[in-house]
């Protein structure tokens, strides 16, 4: 889905961020 928002990463950390998106939920950056 499509993702308002941005976050930086982390190199060898994969961590939940909460965004506002088409279906509420929590989505994994990678």
Not at 8 to 28: H, I, Q, T
Request: hydrophobic content about 35%.
């Amino acid at each position: 889905p499509a993702l308002n928002g941005k976050r930086d990463a982390v190199p060898g950390r994969v961590s939940p961020w909460k965004l506002e998106a088409d279906n509420p939920g929590v989505y994994f950056g990678q």
